[in-house]
């Protein structure tokens, strides 16, 4: 371990020797994982919905499962825990972390890596560009691996915090020709990732002919998040053509479900 954690006073002390040198190859290894036709797992933690004791558990198990990236971030974050909560992950492995962020707030330089989100599916100029320009300075001053991300909103069933905060409204459930044609606009505008988002505990999340037919038309990794609950449905968004897939509420509810997804989404019949 590569620091302290208090349980007294519930903080912890990052030692920053042990800070591994700044590699910048994840983006290189999406690539690479998605020309061999390999699926990544991605667990999200959102820093306002663990305890120091239910964080430690999810990477534990993360490790044991074979995780590939933890996302850490939100919409809306209340608590300001999002560095600690990085600070824990990067002591206990050596699983890369990438910041996937609700506001330039949530920039910490002791990540690897940022998804520097475009909120292309919504009309709010602020989260296409705005948001963008105020954090680039502190970006660069991060060193963190930028990774430009085509943020796609879909209707997942129910209100979710992602779309009420953003102020903009999902592509309708079954338009996956909107859905297409905003994968291929983000793309061809020089995107470097597209994340289809029902939003974070969606009743539904993605069909799987949207996934399909986005994957159809676009060349860059393709992430699919928001409502997936079971392994079969990460399976199913797997051979639809989904490159990396996220899971959050489901592995806050039971983190053993961990074991489930990763075996499922890490099957070799991609190949
Ligand atoms: C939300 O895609 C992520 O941004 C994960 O969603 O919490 O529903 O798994 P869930």
Known sequence: MRGKFDFVNNSFTFDKSFFPPMK?????????????????FVVLIDPDKV??????KTIDISVKAGVDY????GSL????????CCDVIKSYCEVPVIIFPGSPSQIHSNADGI?????ISGRNPDLLIG???????ALRESELEIISTGYILVDGGNATTVSYISNTFPIP???DDIAMSTAMAGEMLGLKLIYLEAGSGANNCVSENMVHRVAENVDVPII?????????KALALCKSGADIIVIGTAAEKNPEIIFQMSDAIHKSEFA
């Open 24 to 40: 910048k190859n994840i983006y290189h290894r999406l690539l690479a994982a998605k020309a061999n036709k390999q699926k990544k």
């Open 51 to 56: 305890t120091p004791e239910s964080l430690i």
């Open 70 to 73: 933890f996302f850490i971030g």
């Open 77 to 84: 974050l209340i608590n300001d825990s999002i560095a600690e």
């Open 115 to 119: 998804l520097l989100l475009s909120l």
């Open 131 to 137: 948001q963008q320009v105020i954090a680039a300075a």
């Open 173 to 175: 459930y079954h338009k």
């Open 224 to 232: 699919v998040g928001g409502g997936i609950s079971s392994p079969e």
